[in-house]
Structure formats: structure tokens, C-alpha cells
């Protein structure tokens, strides 16, 4: 498949991981060369075919949110050209997908923001009315404008397991009470501004994801990727409301469309359990779901 990376292979750099879409390099003691490929996962499965394109994709719009919101928190990024720091044959694999950042230290959960019901808030708020542990008002529907962003964190998966909604008292409880704070507060930040600026271009930012660690000062650090249709729900601002009224997902410019239609498909002639190994994507699919992630890019570089 043309312009697909599913897997890279440096060999001047020792491995560090392969996540779900990201391979990360050890560059020195102090450094990571993380590297985007086409992968795409979803129920936290990796799927077998990449998405021509994803890997470049992502990390443009990374290096766009990064430089918007630096003044808002630091980040991770070093600065340095990513191309420098692998074997000339290489590079092609590294052009245009890379980031070369500064190694820190982790927090062991995911700083969600929710400013809409949708996905796992909207299935914890029909049983509950709240989501980890925030009270919402009654007679919300699917897809609804939440009074105001909400911060609900989730414990980190590893490969092939799945993330876990937790309480912001249990996140105190994992990482002490005031990073927690320090963490929420960031995070609401971020997603207030950056969703300020999308709708102003059409787009909704119904959800997201941050990552947060600590650098050698223990300073809290913006890392790993940042508000793309990975860790992020797009949504076009026209169909919003109509599909909102129908009590329906609104159609996404992320990989929703990819978890819909995963949510009919086979495996052996029977419903996929959400367990690898995934159902194989058609060609159709395939070219959709890039179709979604480039218009998302389209709308926000104008």
C-alpha cells in the first residue's frame, strides 16, 4: 500500500516500545525519538492494516496544538530536528512522522476532558447520571453540550487491555492530591482553548486525552501527542445538531466511524469480541477512515 508505514525497523537506534501507533527510540539518556506510524487502533486493539498517511498526519497536527498551547504549559518537544539522529538510510522512515523529545517520568493515568456525552461518559451517565464521579444534571442525551468541560481521568492500559474511568479522588489517591489538581487544572486549560479555536473552524472537540510527566525538576510537562483524531472526538459542526435530536452519534472526523462500523463486523462468521486478532479491514473502510483524519487537518489549517 502506497505511502503506508506499518512498522518501523531503525537500526541505529535501540528500541524502546512499539505502542498502539507509535515506535520509540532511546536517544541518549535524556531523549526519545518517537515515531508515528500508520497503525490505527480501536477498542485498544491494533488493527492489521495502516492508514496511508496517519503517521504524518498525527504528527503535524501534534507539532500545531504543541506550538498553540506552549504558553499554557511545557512540553516535551527538544527542538531538535528528528532526522539528526538516525542513520541516513533511515530518515525516510523518520521524515515528517517523527518528534525528538525530552524523556520524562510518566504520570500513570490519562488526563481526560469531556466537554460533550458521547462514548464511555454517555454509557456510565444512562446508568448513573455522572461520569467518574461528576454529577451531571438529569435528561442529558446522547451527543449533548455538557454546562461545562468536565475532567475525567482514566488509569493507563497496557497493550490489549483497556483503559479504566476513574474518580478524581482515586487519580489523588494514585499520584498524591495536589499533582492531581496541578493535572486537572492544565488539562481543562488546554481543552478549553483548544476547542475555542476548532469550533471557529467548524469543528467540535467533543473530547480528549492528555499525557502528562515530570521532567528532572519535576516540573508537570505536556507529552506523548496532543488533541489529534487519536486522542481526540472531532466532530463537524454541521449535523451536529440533527444528529443530537436523533439521539445519534454525530458523523466524526476521527476513528468513530472506523469503532462503528467494527462495532457489525465478523470474525469467523460471528460478532467481533473486541479482542485481537481484529476483523480485516476492507479497502473501503480503509480509505474512509483516512478520508475523516484529512479533513480534520483541512479544517484546522484552513
Not at 178 to 207: F, H, K, Q, W
Not at 218 to 243: H, I, K, N, Q
Not at 260 to 268: H, I, N, P, Q, Y
Request: net charge neutral.
Amino acid at each position: 500500500m502506497p505511502d503506508a508505514l506499518h512498522t518501523t525497523n531503525l537500526k541505529s537506534l535501540p528500541l524502546l516500545a512499539r505502542g498502539k501507533v507509535r515506535d520509540n527510540y532511546a536517544v541518549g539518556a535524556d531523549r526519545i525519538l518517537m515515531v508515528a506510524s500508520d497503525r490505527i487502533s480501536a477498542f485498544d486493539v491494533v488493527m492489521k492494516e495502516p492508514i496511508p498517511g496517519k503517521g504524518r498526519l498525527l504528527t503535524e497536527m501534534a507539532l500545531f496544538w504543541f506550538a498553540r498551547l506552549a504558553e499554557v504549559i511545557p512540553n516535551h518537544l527538544s527542538g531538535e530536528a528528528p532526522e539528526s539522529v538516525v542513520a541516513p538510510e533511515e530518515r525516510d522512515q523518520v521524515a515528517g512522522r517523527s518528534m525528538l523529545v525530552r524523556r520524562l517520568k510518566p504520570l500513570p493515568v490519562e488526563a481526560v476532558v469531556r466537554g460533550y456525552l458521547a462514548g464511555s461518559g454517555w454509557a456510565e451517565y444512562r446508568k448513573t447520571q455522572s461520569v467518574c464521579g461528576v454529577t451531571l444534571p438529569a435528561g442529558l442525551g446522547n451527543a449533548a453540550r455538557l454546562p461545562e468541560p468536565i475532567f475525567t481521568p482514566a488509569t493507563k492500559a497496557e497493550m490489549g487491555a483497556h483503559d479504566e474511568n476513574i474518580s478524581f479522588e482515586r487519580m489523588s489517591e494514585i499520584i498524591g492530591r495536589p499533582l492531581a489538581e496541578a493535572v486537572r487544572t492544565a488539562a481543562l486549560a488546554l481543552y478549553t482553548r483548544a476547542a475555542t479555536y476548532a469550533l471557529e473552524r467548524g469543528i467540535i472537540i467533543a473530547d480528549t486525552k492528555f499525557e502528562f510527566g515530570l521532567d528532572e525538576h519535576g516540573t508537570l510537562t505536556l507529552m506523548d501527542e496532543v488533541l489529534t483524531p487519536d486522542s481526540s472526538r472531532y466532530w463537524p459542526v454541521e449535523g451536529y445538531e440533527s444528529a443530537r435530536a436523533r439521539g445519534e452519534n454525530p458523523p466524526s472526523f476521527d476513528k468513530q466511524y472506523l469503532r462503528d462500523w467494527l462495532e457489525s463486523a465478523t470474525v469467523d462468521g460471528k460478532p467481533w469480541n473486541k479482542m485481537a486478532p481484529p476483523p480485516t479491514l476492507p479497502p473501503e473502510v480503509i480509505a474512509r477512515t483516512a478520508e475523516k483524519y484529512e479533513e480534520a487537518r483541512r479544517r484546522l489549517f484552513g
